[in-house]
């Protein structure tokens, strides 16, 4: 006998990259040597310090307990330090900043904070895979609003508000864009805290990208006048500081929804390990100079990438900010799912196809600048 599963659970599918990966593994296993330029796994290392920190603080006999939900204080105060040096964003740590284990749990926290069923949530497609998941498995509708290449991949502000109703109530933001690496810019944000001001929604900006390959300073939707008090963003660790698998992320918000999101978040889990938080608050301290070197390995990856997509015959912008290049297939090229398995099975390349990022993506291809420029190069000699 098999115990019928909730709803929830016959709504959503197993994530694209899980199912992937286990056939990248299984090639792995039969002796092909896969080159994966599809995941946004970042293979070079935190910093030395961020390392030194967690060693120390793992040695110590009082580290290996149970921690408060609201994340350390000195944590919070390195995040307050972060923001203020990047962004010139000014946060109180006490009460403006709530430490995750990952910013794909603030989704989750965020969505049963502020969703009942039935509610509406505005939703990008193109746009990370999370957003649509969590919010079908809460039971709220998803109302997808288009981001056409055309227009740079930005929203059109009074077509989403002809998609907005009474039940509407959050909607997810996130520039640099991901896929499509749209850099972010104060005439956005501007417009997004408006909209949300003239409709009432909460607005949820995720903001992992900012500092991988920004072609002009950093910003932060809580730059913005009246931000606070419409907004929440998210940022992490994961991607900015190679420390995908530390799994620290926070969310920065004014305090009435910090402390909403929180009465979720302490009925889930109990706290992030000591030793991840110190090493993140080290982490967070690391000087301009060692982004930049990060920045310049990414650079030289750069042209790797883009001659893999030439040798393909897409075509790309090159004004694109973040880990990825997003690309467009030629015609000749019947789809993007018949392209990813015919690399990944005749040419033992893994490349992410466009459409799991929404059906507007199915004429494009997403490739990763996580891999030596030397694998990359080795893939672009697989094609010829």
């Known amino acids: 006998m098999i115990i019928p599963l909730a709803h929830r659970a016959g709504q959503t599918q197993e994530y694209y990259f899980s199912v992937k990966l ?3 593994r299984k ?3 039969a002796g092909h040597d896969i080159i994966n330029i599809g995941i946004g796994n970042p293979d070079m290392m935190p910093s030395e310090n961020t390392i030194q920190g967690l060693i120390a603080s793992a040695q ?8 408060s939900y609201k994340g350390i204080p000195a944590l919070r105060a390195a995040i307050a330090r972060f923001y203020a040096h990047t962004y010139g964003v000014q946060l109180n740590p006490e009460a403006e900043i709530l430490p995750l284990i ?23 497609e193109l746009g990370y895979p999370a957003y649509r998941a969590v919010s079908r498995m809460v039971g709220a509708n998803v109302q997808e609003y288009t981001l056409l290449e055309h227009q740079g991949w930005q929203p059109d502000w009074q ?15 996130n520039y640099p864009h991901m896929p499509t690496g749209a850099p972010a810019t104060r005439s956005l944000f501007e417009q997004a805290v408006r909209f949300a001001h003239e409709h009432n929604v909460l607005l949820c900006h995720d903001n992992p990208y ?27 660790l994961s991607k900015s500081h190679n420390m995908a698998g530390w799994r620290i992320g926070w969310m920065m918000a004014a305090k009435p929804y910090i402390d909403a999101v929180l009465s979720i ?6 706290g992030m390990f000591l030793p991840l938080q110190q090493a993140a608050a080290e982490a967070l301290g690391n000087p301009d100079e060692w982004h930049r070197q990060r920045n310049a390995v990414y650079h030289e990856r750069l042209d790797a990438v883009h001659a893999f997509l ?21 015609d000749y090229i019947e789809s993007a799912e018949a392209l990813v398995d015919d690399l990944l099975y005749n040419k033992h390349i893994f490349i992410a196809p466009g459409f799991i990022f929404g059906p507007k993506g199915n004429r494009y291809i997403r490739v990763s600048l996580c891999m030596p420029k030397e694998r990359i190069e080795a893939a672009v000699g697989r094609l010829t």
């Open 159 to 173: 077509m989403i508000a002809d998609q907005v109703n009474d039940r509407t109530r959050i909607i997810w933001l």
């Open 210 to 236: 900012s500092l991988i390959l920004n072609q002009r300073p950093p910003i932060s939707l809580l730059s913005i006048d009246g931000a606070k008090e419409v907004a929440i963003e998210m940022n992490s």
């Open 27 to 29: 090639l792995q296993a």
């Open 22 to 24: 286990a056939e990248v």
């Open 265 to 270: 978040k302490s009925n889930v889990d109990s």
């Open 60 to 67: 110590q006999p009082g580290s290996h307990g149970y921690q």
């Open 102 to 124: 990952g910013s794909k749990e603030g989704i989750t926290h965020i969505s049963l904070t502020f969703l009942n069923e039935g509610d509406g949530v505005l939703v990008p």
């Open 310 to 330: 030439d040798a393909l015959g897409c075509t790309y912008s090159t004004d694109q900010e973040g880990m990825f290049i997003w690309a467009k297939l030629p």
